[in-house]
Structure formats: C-alpha cells, structure tokens
Nanobody, 125 residues
Framework: VQLQASGGGLVQAGGSRRLSCSAS????????VAWFRQAPGKAREFVSA????????YYGDFVKGRFTISRDNDKKMVYLQMNALEPEDTAVYYC???????????????????WGQGTQVTVSS
C-alpha cells in the first residue's frame, strides 16, 4: 500500500487542523493505520492509530482528547482531526500502515512497513 499525507500548515495556538492520509493498493481494510510525528531534535512519537477491521482507536497519552482519528475504508482515507493545538504539537506528521498488526504493537513505529512522506504542522503561539 502507498500512503500520502496532506493537510499540514500553519495554525495559531488553540486552533484546529485536519490531516488526511490517502492510501492506494488493495485490501486497505486489512491495515492498521497510524499517525506519528517528529519534532526537530526529537524522536518520532506515536499520535494515534485505527485498527484494521473493527476500527479500534488508539491515542498517545499527550493527546488528552484533543485529537480524533477516523477512517473511511471505501475511500481508503484516514483522517486526524486536531483541536486545541499547542506550540508543542509542531512537528512533521506521518501516516503509516501495517497489515494485521497485533494490538500490542500499534504504538511502535518499527512494526509499520508503509509510510507516507509527512506533512508539516506548525503551531504558532
């Protein structure tokens, strides 16, 4: 599967942004799709994931109810709605996918073998 992330940009603190991840290829429903982010000088960080099939949702601890992930299997799209953005959310956001990923590994980037190119989100204070 190939992924393409979009929707990044400049937003003021407290604002919102919706990221989109477009997928191509077959059997999209069989893939867990996640968002990770990486800020300058920092390690890549798990943001959120939506499981294959049943669509169980997972979030990183820092999200605290501000972000919502969703998927549309018919359109092969995954979205990340981000609200109440903070300057600390500034990062390059990547979408990633893995087929039939075990629940124990949804937050571990090494288990995702398909990655989009990343989209920059900058939150100004």
């Amino acid at each position: 599967v190939q992924l393409q992330a979009s929707g990044g940009g400049l937003v003021q603190a407290g604002g919102s942004r919706r990221l989109s991840c477009s997928a191509s290829g077959r059997f999209f429903i069989n893939y867990t799709v996640a968002w990770f982010r990486q800020a300058p000088g920092k390690a890549r960080e798990f943001v959120s994931a939506v499981k294959y099939g049943v669509g169980t949702l997972y979030y990183g601890d820092f999200v605290k109810g501000r972000f919502t992930i969703s998927r549309d299997n018919d359109k092969k799209m995954v979205y990340l709605q981000m609200n109440a953005l903070e300057p600390e959310d500034t990062a390059v956001y990547y979408c990633a996918a893995a087929s039939f990923l075990h629940d124990d590994y949804y937050g571990a980037d090494q288990y995702y073998n398909f990655w989009g190119q990343g989209t920059q989100v900058t939150v100004s204070s």
